[in-house]
């Protein structure tokens, strides 16, 4: 299968910090994952409480009152996970006075990256500014970070711990809902568009699984007929090939979706 048609991590950038690491795919990665040692899930939850605090405590935060209690309950609900360690909140990146670019302050448990600058654009900036489609990348990828755990059973992890990892990333995705972000029918992404008109809600896409899918549908084949007229076709475009080779990785409730 050709990468087009496969479920990437990093496509776009780091949703923790802002950088742009080479792609590695969402199988591998997770993967990666369930080797890591629990210091490295510890981390990111630090960062991750930290980060929705941000999010949410600024004055100037323009979110409903729903959204920013469901993004509590995820930080409390972090906070009293026990099995991997002290947990409290930290902050990952900071906006730099000196300009427009971010300043990452400790290497990015998500991607690895190095601390230092970090570019800002319209889908990444620091996290008292950050729109709806930077906050929906954040949740859905620290549920799949989770979802890799839960599938691979790592040896560190109690039977209590496991549960409330489960818990938390059902929080994750009820955050999602809370906050009326739309949910792509094809891999589980929140985020506020989906393309696929009037049908979109049950079998659209959203930008990534867009972009993995071969982008938009402007690819044509021409061939010559027998008294040699152009024959022009346009290519359809499987927007479901990503999600349908991960499948067996991506969490259940998005299986389930193509098995109604």
């Not at 776009?12 to 990666?32: K, M, S």
């Not at 900071?94 to 800002?120: I, M, T, Y």
């Amino acid at each position: 299968m050709t990468r087009d048609f496969q479920i990437y991590v990093f496509r776009f950038r780091c949703p923790y910090c802002g950088a742009t690491p080479i792609p590695i795919l969402l199988r591998d990665y997770l993967a990666e994952w369930a080797h890591s040692p629990k210091e490295r899930l510890a981390t990111l939850f630090c960062y991750f409480a930290g980060t929705l605090t941000e999010y949410i405590t600024d004055p100037s935060r323009n979110i409903t009152k729903k959204f920013r209690s469901a993004c509590s309950r995820i930080v409390k609900e972090i906070l009293e996970i026990e099995g991997i360690g002290s947990l409290s909140p930290k902050i990952l990146i900071r906006a730099n006075p000196q300009g427009r670019e971010l300043e990452a302050l400790h290497v990015c448990p998500f991607c690895d990256s190095e601390p230092g600058s970090r570019s800002v654009d319209g889908y990444f900036t620091a996290w008292n500014k950050a729109c709806y489609v930077q906050m929906g990348n954040l949740l859905y990828e620290t549920g799949l970070v989770l979802w890799g755990h839960l599938l691979n059973l790592p040896d560190w992890a109690t039977g209590e711990t496991l549960s409330a990892l489960n818990k938390l990333r059902h929080s994750l995705r009820k955050a999602g809902k809370d906050g009326s972000f739309l949910e792509c029918p094809q891999c589980g992404r929140l985020g506020t568009h989906l393309y696929g008109g009037r049908e979109a809600g049950q079998q659209g896409f959203c930008r990534w699984c867009l972009d993995m899918g071969g982008g938009l549908p402007l690819a044509f084949n021409i061939e010559l007929d027998e008294r040699g007229k152009p024959d022009i076709q346009m290519l359809p475009c499987d927007y479901s090939g990503p999600a349908k080779n991960a499948w067996d990785i991506l969490p259940p409730e998005i299986l389930s979706k193509k098995q109604d």
